[in-house]
């Protein structure tokens, strides 16, 4: 019942262009409304806020149910594909925010704010730039990314126009602390699936397998993973810590 139901509708399409019409228009009305809804509910109550982000978790994990039955019954034809666990970097919101609005107002939870500003609004951003990881033959596939990382932008902008993240100086180390044990976390899972089980899975692109990342792909292909890893994680840091400048830099001269 279930195999019929997702084959109803696993809707095919021709695979959008990247930036074709379809990517161009959404990454632009995307990012403005997720800009102007930020700074629209800046000023609301932590307990509201802890409301939104709560909504947003929620419908991260309802359509991240729906994305892995539609995997495991029309891509990979009723097996489980662990390529698509849900613990890449842009998948953590998911759990952050059913988890952080509930956590007492102090240095953790401020701490999960801070990836979600730093680390997943880079996430967010960088795939509309290098989307091919967002446009897919399926209809609902194609939506379910693009919604997906443009909530992420959301979250990031929201936390970060509150002041509930990003903004203050030690804000970058508390992040960056945290990207770490996760990229810790997913090679120890990848290791595990890979050799334990035969399987391919590639979590935060840590290794050991190759990474699909343009520029990291052809690292990985030329010198091994174990080389492009280190080189991966020092660039994702970098482009925290220039997200994180930014936004000091914009708080800085607001003050002045």
Request: aromatic share 18%.
């Amino acid at each position: 019942m279930l195999y019929n139901f997702f084959e109803s509708v696993a809707w095919p399409m021709e695979t959008p262009d990247a930036y074709g019409t379809f990517h161009i228009l959404f990454t632009l009305i995307g990012f403005s409304v997720c800009a102007f809804s930020s700074w629209k509910l800046r000023n609301v109550s932590d307990k509201t806020a802890g409301h939104i982000l709560f909504a947003c978790g929620l419908v991260l994990a309802t359509t991240e149910v729906f994305k892995q039955f539609f995997y495991y019954y029309i891509i990979a034809d009723s097996t489980y594909h662990w390529g698509e666990l849900p613990f890449q970097l842009c998948s953590i919101p998911m759990y952050l925010c059913l988890i952080a609005p509930w956590l007492k107002k102090g240095r953790l939870q401020r701490s999960l704010y801070n990836f979600m500003v730093l680390y997943n609004l880079l996430g967010g951003a960088i795939s509309f730039a290098e989307p091919s990881g967002l446009l897919h033959g399926y209809l609902f596939l194609t939506i379910h990314s693009c919604m997906w990382h443009m909530l992420l932008v959301f979250i990031g902008l929201f936390l970060c126009m509150s002041g509930r993240g990003g903004t203050e100086k030690g804000d970058y180390a508390d992040a960056t602390q945290i990207f770490i044990v996760l990229c810790a976390a997913a090679f120890g899972l990848n290791c595990m699936v890979q050799f334990g089980l035969g399987k391919e899975m590639n979590m935060f692109f840590v290794g050991p397998g190759n990474s699909p990342i343009i520029v990291f792909k052809q690292i990985s292909e030329l010198f091994g993973w174990y080389i492009n890893t280190p080189v991966y994680i020092f660039a994702v840091c970098l482009g925290a810590y220039i997200i994180f400048r930014l936004i000091r830099v914009i708080i800085n001269s607001r003050s002045e």
